[in-house]
Nanobody
Framework: QVRLAESGGGSVQAGGSLRLSCTAS????????VGWFRQAPGKAREGVAG???????SYGSSVKGRFTISKDNARNTVYLQMNSLVPEDTAMYYC?????????????????????????WGKGTQVTISS
């Protein structure tokens, strides 16, 4: 069973940067889709960024141009570099993985893991941006 562990959250001022990491462990290490979702109190879950096994990436509209997702297959780790942070980025950030990925990476980020797919979620890491 795949397990995901997030790290790198914290509190920074607006305009700052953070880098989140998501490390996979367990039996399946080459997940087809891996990415980040976030949820702020009282708001719906939002797709932030995703990357598939071919290296294609997709981003939510609110973070495009500011966030960059990348992966290091040797370390089974996916990174989310977050720049130009704004208070609206404050949320709990969750790493998710689905293998095999049943949708395109853009659909996966927009809709989330497929309900019939085999997917795993991390426990989340808090990101807080102050103005």
């Amino acid at each position: 069973q795949v397990r995901l562990a997030e790290s790198g959250g914290g509190s920074v001022q607006a305009g700052g940067s953070l880098r989140l990491s998501c490390t996979a462990s367990g039996t399946a290490k080459n997940n087809d889709c891996v990415g980040w979702f976030r949820q702020a109190p009282g708001k719906a879950r939002e797709g932030v960024a995703g990357i598939n096994s071919d290296g294609y990436t997709s981003y939510g509209s609110s973070v495009k141009g500011r966030f960059t997702i990348s992966k290091d297959n040797a370390r089974n780790t996916v990174y989310l570099q977050m720049n130009s942070l704004v208070p609206e980025d404050t949320a709990m950030y969750y790493c998710a993985a689905e293998s095999p990925c049943l949708n395109s990476i853009s659909t996966w980020v927009f809709l989330g893991p497929h309900e019939y797919g085999t997917h795993t979620w991390g426990k989340g890491t808090q990101v807080t941006i102050s103005s």
